[in-house]
């Protein structure tokens, strides 16, 4: 029964493991991306569900407003900071994304691994020539 007066943290962790199996599994970097950003909106929504009171109002004190019913501000103050760094991030993850793909003309983790690693091996044939 506490599982289900809880359902907004399962939903968080739910959210968090979608978002994990989304960056550990798939090999485009698109995708994971989409994954951290998954994982970024579940910490969100856990923040901003720590944050929720049933029946709650807006802290904003007017005439005669009950103090203990009001919502505690700071999860979603801290949440409106965190989601302009993600945004920021993701923003800058991109671009360097667009400048792998116009390098090595692919998005494939393992692809890029493998050509690196022949390109070292390359290398190492060419000094010791």
Same mark, same amino acid.
């Given at each position: !029964? =506490?599982?289900? #007066? ?8 739910? /959210? ?7 960056? *550990? !599994? #798939?090999?485009?970097? *698109? ?7 998954? !994982?970024?909106?579940? $910490? ?9 009171? %049933? ?8 005439? @005669?407003?009950? +103090?203990?019913?009001? $919502?505690?501000?700071? +999860? =979603?103050? /801290?949440?409106?900071?965190?989601? $302009? ?8 993850? /991109? ?6 793909? #116009?390098?090595?003309?692919? /998005? %494939? ?5 493998? %050509? ?5 091996? @390359?290398?190492?044939? @060419?000094?010791?020539?």
């Amino acid at each position: !029964m =506490q599982l289900l #007066r809880n359902y907004h943290y399962v939903a968080a962790m739910l /959210l968090f493991c979608i978002g994990l199996y989304t960056v *550990i !599994m #798939r090999r485009n970097i *698109i995708k994971k991306l989409i994954g951290l950003n998954i !994982m970024e909106t579940a $910490v969100f929504f856990f923040y901003i569900s720590l944050g929720y009171l %049933d029946g709650g109002i807006a802290p904003i004190r007017v005439g @005669g407003a009950d +103090p203990s019913r009001m $919502v505690n501000p700071i +999860p =979603q103050a /801290l949440i409106l900071t965190g989601i $302009v760094v993600a945004v920021s991030v993701t923003a800058l993850a /991109l671009a360097l994304v667009i400048l792998l793909y #116009r390098q090595y003309g692919t /998005l %494939d983790v393992d692809r890029l691994f493998r %050509d690196e690693g022949e390109a070292e091996a @390359g290398e190492g044939k @060419g000094e010791a020539a």
